[in-house]
């Protein structure tokens, strides 16, 4: 192309391959001209916080840079377009400007625009078609190994990553040298040229915020005004789970297959609803149903036989019209957000689609909270049938909703009776809460059931599936309606009750039960003489010289408090301010029996 006048075009110029054939000496004796009609329209992009605007800018600035130095000429031709112009910009008013100026110059256009290049070429421009070249790797992707759930990759600041799975990840440094702006900028170019050549990769694009979905990665990239700097957080899914791994049980699974259609599945964010969700879309798959997803970006990991809907120009309510057109049988909404969307769920769900939502929500009553106001209240039970709240990877509640007409619990009048919600426990059956009209304001009443041997037993088998993951052999047992004792093995213990309690209170939290955990066997062993004796803050437990390196388990009325290896100093040192110190005073003062057993032989016998 030397000895030519080049005409650059939109497409050529944030492609970026100019630049590298000047500073790899392809052109030398050359004359570039862009057209102001590309200018404006990049300007055009940029206010608009697009990526793409922002790039061709800063390749202008950089061809700018190049012919100086170069000694080729770059100018600025043509017509400055209109605003006409630039709205009908994908009707091809922008790319006829361009063409305008390569006629009247007599000039080869370069374009990496397949549909412009055959344009111009049936006008009769000389043309020269440059095919995008995209890397197969992108930068990002060698901070990325299988545990990565996430990378963050932001100006002035280190890079990180989430690596482990939901509920159970940390965050890490995957590099110490802070990113720079020209660094996230080359990235954002490699993105962006992989997603002008995937369909549909452009999923959002906002003032100062993109969202692109490359295959299994989801790109968010933001920049001012939206954020104060450039920031690029790409996520990916670590696992890809079926039903079964999520030990359903066989009531719960009965109903999914033969009565369930209004499913909520709901938790905090990185709880693992998505991933049950897909799991979900396969299992119905397998049933023989027809399913669609309704997703904003599309990122959910389902199989080729699940057709992936975005919203159709914009709206999830015009996507639905076209939805039913296809008649699915069951319709996964990831994720239920805006007013719009719940909607859109009841009006499939009532025009008989089987829907399954996805909604963030920190317990499940807020999940059915969310669509009071939204919808009618005497409607939720016939859009909503199944709520399922996940928590760190893990169905931990299931209710189901019932339509009925009664007097509402604690009310006597029969003149009181109304159309009530019950929401009821699905493993027991349980009712947990009521949901009704009282005066001009709906309610929601928590209502205290009596206990049963019945609802005890499905308790404690509730906490053993979770329980178990730490010992299969683990044993459980409900002693009032908030409260459970667990007996593990020895070697299970610091991993149920984790650093400074932190796993223990997270069970006691997503089970909503107190805690208490022992030794399983607590015969094995022989009793010991000791002394209790107070030092300070501290109290000491001292023992025979024979006891020492050796194992102890401390019990208070027969009931386990703490193990510990006794010291060269034949004793164990007890702070008063710590939770076994306050009930080893407390055993003190009021005389309860304390023992103590050795479990372990002596070290080096």
């Not at 001209?33 to 329209?41: K, M, R, S, Y």
């Not at 790797?137 to 990553?161: G, N, P, R, W």
């Not at 696992?239 to 905090?268: F, N, W």
């Not at 404690?460 to 309606?481: C, G, M, P, Q, Y």
Request: with cysteine; proline share 3%.
């Amino acid at each position: 192309m030397n000895n030519d006048k080049l005409v650059l075009d939109t497409s050529i110029i944030i492609d970026g391959r100019v630049s590298r054939m000047l500073e790899d000496g392809e052109l030398s004796k050359c004359e570039m001209i862009i057209p102001i009609a590309v200018l404006d329209e990049l300007q055009a992009q940029a206010s608009l916080s697009r990526e793409q605007g922002f790039i061709g800018l800063n390749e202008v600035k950089r061809l700018r840079e190049l012919c100086s130095s170069k000694g080729i000429t770059l100018r600025f031709e043509g017509e400055r377009p209109s605003m006409d112009d630039i709205r009908l910009a994908r009707h091809g008013r922008i790319d006829a400007l361009i063409k305008d100026v390569a006629k009247k110059e007599g000039a080869m256009l370069v374009t990496a625009d397949y549909v412009q290049a055959l344009v111009a070429e049936a006008e009769g421009i000389k043309v020269k078609y440059i095919r995008k070249d995209v890397k197969r790797e992108l930068s990002f992707e060698k901070y990325i190994d299988e545990q990565t759930m996430s990378l963050h990759m932001m100006e002035d600041v280190s890079i990180l990553a989430k690596k482990g799975k939901p509920g159970a990840f940390e965050l890490v440094k995957v590099r110490e040298e802070p990113c720079t702006h020209e660094e996230l900028t080359n990235m954002i170019r490699e993105i962006s040229d992989a997603a002008r050549l995937t369909p549909g990769a452009n999923e959002i694009s906002m003032n100062g915020a993109t969202v692109i979905q490359l295959g299994n990665y989801r790109i968010a990239i933001t920049r001012p005004p939206f954020s104060d700097k450039l920031e690029i957080t790409v996520v990916r899914p670590t696992v890809r789970l079926t039903l079964d791994d999520y030990r359903v049980s066989k009531r719960l699974m009965d109903r999914l297959k033969s009565k369930a259609e209004g499913i909520l599945i709901a938790g905090p964010p990185g709880s693992g609803k998505s991933t049950l969700a897909s799991s979900l879309a396969e299992f119905y798959m397998k049933q023989g149903k027809i399913v669609k997803t309704f997703e904003s970006p599309r990122d959910l990991q389902v199989s080729d036989a699940v057709m992936q809907y975005a919203p159709l120009e914009g709206s999830f309510k015009k996507a639905a019209e076209i939805l039913l057109l296809v008649r699915p049988d069951y319709t996964i909404f990831d994720e239920v957000r805006k007013s719009e969307d719940f909607e859109v769920f009841a009006d499939m769900r009532l025009a008989g689609v089987g829907m399954v939502g996805v909604l963030h929500a920190s317990s499940p009553l807020d999940a059915i909270q969310r669509f009071i106001g939204r919808v009618e209240l005497g409607m939720i039970p016939h859009i909503l049938d199944t709520i399922i709240f996940v928590n760190a990877g893990a169905i931990v509640k299931v209710y189901e909703l019932n339509l009925t007409v009664r007097v509402p619990t604690g009310m006597v009048e029969q003149d009181l009776a109304r159309p009530l919600i019950e929401v009821r426990d699905f493993e027991t059956g349980r009712l947990e809460y009521e949901i009704y009209t009282f005066g001009e304001e709906n309610v929601i009443v928590p209502v205290e059931a009596e206990s049963s041997d019945g609802i005890k037993r499905l308790a404690e088998e509730r906490i053993l599936e979770v329980v178990r993951r730490f010992d299969k052999n683990a044993e459980v047992k409900v002693t009032s309606s908030n409260s459970a004792l667990v007996r593990v093995d020895r070697s299970a213990i610091p991993l149920l009750i984790g650093k400074s309690g932190s796993t223990v209170k997270e069970l006691e939290r997503m089970l909503g039960i107190s805690i208490d955990v022992e030794p399983k066997i607590r015969s094995i062993g022989e009793h010991v003489r000791f002394d209790i004796s107070e030092q300070g803050n501290s109290l000491y437990i001292t023992f025979e010289d024979g006891v020492v390196n050796r194992s102890v388990d401390v019990y208070i009325d027969d009931q386990y408090l703490f193990s510990a290896m006794v010291g060269k100093k034949a004793r164990i040192k007890v702070s008063k301010d710590s939770d076994m110190g306050k009930r080893l005073l407390q055993a003190l003062l009021t005389n309860s029996k304390i023992s103590v057993l050795v479990t372990q032989n002596r070290r080096g016998n």
